[in-house]
């Protein structure tokens, strides 16, 4: 994905920026920024979007950096994590730049060049990415809207089995003049939903380029074809001729890939509707209508642990339990009094009427085996295990989350004893105020009455999150989530145990030790370390050698734990205020 930095590119490698990002390499150019591999001060890689000079006017510097800001606080695998937004001088011209997370892979329009058409399986997750990121992006207050949604703007993690799409460049696009963006750029004008070139854009104009995107996945051409010829630097022209290409009806997906059907069909035309109103409102309901899809079809599609088929149930017979956890030790000491001794010594229990926890709320930053430590619980007494997250409950009608959060509650108590194990729980029931529609305090209402004295059905409910703060505080009080547990980052024990999983069937030499490697990552989240063990390997790769442990120690030395100090200390100050 880098290659050597062209001699007319902004900056030059081994180049400092604001005395904290050193130019490392560069990645590739758009119309309006380039963008480099940098080596942060602190935080190891990350990505530096550079843009070009004059593309600013001066009124708008401010929206671009407020609109970063907010950026900065949404954390989500499907969106590219943004850092800071800032500006510096170079030959008296101030350059603005935004840092962001390093995706290690390539982007969605690489991907689609060398393969023209994806199969389908691989399209519907990868949609599915681009839709969570919209949706988590969409549910903000107010919404933010990307506006420039295309292939280009996708990034492809190759760093699991399963290809990840993480949505990039939100906020850029509503800073940069829209005349400036789109200068030489057919590749963008073709995604723009119609109501652009008013300058008038929604949640749904989003749902529109990403139904143009996954029509492009799934069939290898756009839904319409356009006759640019001479028009390419002339941004009227361009609007003209897609305006005048779009009156054609586009033709359905299943008459150029008989893989898909006409359920699929509805929900990719319903998509690049033109007129907004008709299509889905924003990407939680094209999410929603996706996953819809998927349950009702029943057709084998690739699975990721952020992504699984709704209300996944699953009775665990097999699995080490808490023996296959390393460290963690006062946590599972913690779910081992409060869970397990009451199911083993029921008797016991009753005679001093102590009850099963309806709730057990995990907080923590993301990486630090919430869901993992849960899934062993599940193992450990074998109940059965029922997997929930916020787009599985998600539903395109008014009240419609509220009568999916009753059948998972009825399901579970059909299949009692069961655990119900839902992810992001702030995302479910977050605070309730003025500004919350009536509907969502309809769902956090059902959600409070389901989930109290649920225990005495035979169903506990586990529930993660990073965020406690922003759960309704109905739900933390007795008698909902009994209890709330904090889940620190992976101890000496459990970073060691890390470190030989993910270096288990990798070429590596004797000389490492995981014990040396775990006390040298301190705060580091598993994630961390798979990133770590992936550098290293692909380091060891190009010296065509093993991995060993200067290599592994090199690595450690650029790559800074994800989680800062200062969301330690909120962590910390968390548990103080809540100690039960």
């Not at 001699?7 to 081994?14: E, I, R, Y």
């Not at 929206?63 to 590219?80: C, D, G, K, M, R």
């Not at 073709?190 to 749904?204: M, Q, V």
């Not at 997997?387 to 989350?401: C, F, I, K, M, Q």
């Amino acid at each position: 994905m880098s290659r050597k930095i062209p001699q007319n590119a902004l900056l030059t490698a081994g180049e400092v920026i604001k005395d904290t990002y050193t130019i490392d390499c560069f990645i590739g150019a758009g119309a309006f920024a380039e963008v480099y591999r940098v080596k942060h001060k602190f935080l190891g890689l990350q990505a530096l979007k550079v843009l070009k000079p004059d593309v600013f006017k001066r009124e708008e510097q401010s929206n671009f950096i407020s609109e970063a800001t907010i950026l900065s606080h949404i954390t989500h695998p499907n969106v590219v994590r943004v850092f800071e937004a800032n500006s510096f001088k170079k030959d008296d011209k101030e350059l603005f730049f935004i840092s962001m997370e390093y995706v290690s892979g390539e982007t969605l329009f690489q991907l689609l060049k060398r393969k023209i058409r994806i199969a389908l399986p691989l399209a519907l997750s990868i949609q599915r990415d681009i839709c969570a990121g919209l949706s988590v992006a969409h549910r903000q207050e107010p919404p933010v809207i990307h506006r420039d949604i295309k292939p280009q703007n996708v990034l492809l993690s190759y760093d699991t089995s399963m290809p990840t799409g993480k949505v990039s460049d939100f906020g850029v696009a509503k800073a940069v003049d829209p005349k400036t963006r789109m200068t030489g750029a057919a590749g963008t004008v073709t995604y723009l939903p119609p109501e652009s070139p008013w300058g008038f854009h929604t949640p749904a104009s989003d749902v529109f380029s990403a139904g143009i995107v996954f029509y492009q996945m799934v069939t290898g051409i756009a839904p319409w074809t356009y006759d640019l010829t001479g028009a390419e630097d002339d941004i009227d022209a361009m609007e003209i001729a897609v305006l005048k290409a779009r009156k054609q009806k586009p033709q359905k997906p299943s008459f150029i890939n008989d893989q898909c059907d006409s359920q699929l069909d509805e929900i990719i035309l319903k998509a690049i509707q033109d007129d907004q109103s008709q299509r889905f409102k924003d990407g939680t309901e094209f999410l929603s209508a996706l996953l819809d899809y998927e349950n009702r079809d029943k057709r084998p599609i690739i699975q990721k642990t952020d992504m699984r088929e709704p209300e996944a149930i699953k009775k665990i017979k097999e699995g080490s339990g808490f023996s296959g956890v390393a460290g963690m030790e006062e946590l599972k000491e913690l779910l081992y009094s409060e869970i397990i001794l009451p199911l083993q010594q029921k008797d016991l229990y009753n005679k001093y009427r102590i009850s099963l926890p309806n709730g057990i709320l995990l907080y923590g930053p993301p990486g630090c085996g919430k869901t993992f430590i849960s899934k062993k619980l599940s193992e450990e007494i074998n109940y059965t295990f029922i997997e929930v997250r916020p787009s599985d409950l998600a539903s395109t009608y008014v009240h419609g989350t509220q009568q999916k959060i009753g059948r998972l509650f009825q399901r579970a108590r059909e299949k009692a004893p069961s655990i119900i194990f839902i992810d992001e729980i702030d995302a479910i029931i977050p605070k309730r105020s003025d500004k919350l529609d009536h509907h969502y305090s309809s769902e956090v209402n059902e959600f409070l009455s389901q989930v109290s004295e649920c225990s005495r059905d035979g169903i506990v409910v586990i529930a993660t999150t990073n965020r406690p703060d922003r759960i309704d505080q109905a739900a933390l009080r007795t008698g909902r989530f009994d209890k709330l547990i904090y889940v620190p980052p992976p101890d000496y024990d459990a970073r060691a145990a890390l470190f030989d999983m993910f270096l288990s069937g990798r070429p590596t030499s004797p000389d490492i030790k995981s014990n040396s490697l775990a006390s040298a990552t301190e705060n580091y989240m598993a994630s961390d370390i798979e990133m770590i063990i992936n550098e290293a390997a692909r380091s060891a790769l190009k010296k065509k050698s093993d991995i060993t442990f200067k290599i592994l120690s090199d690595t450690i030395s650029i790559v800074s734990p994800s989680v800062s100090r200062e969301m330690i200390k909120y962590y910390d100050n968390f548990k103080n205020k809540r100690s039960f």
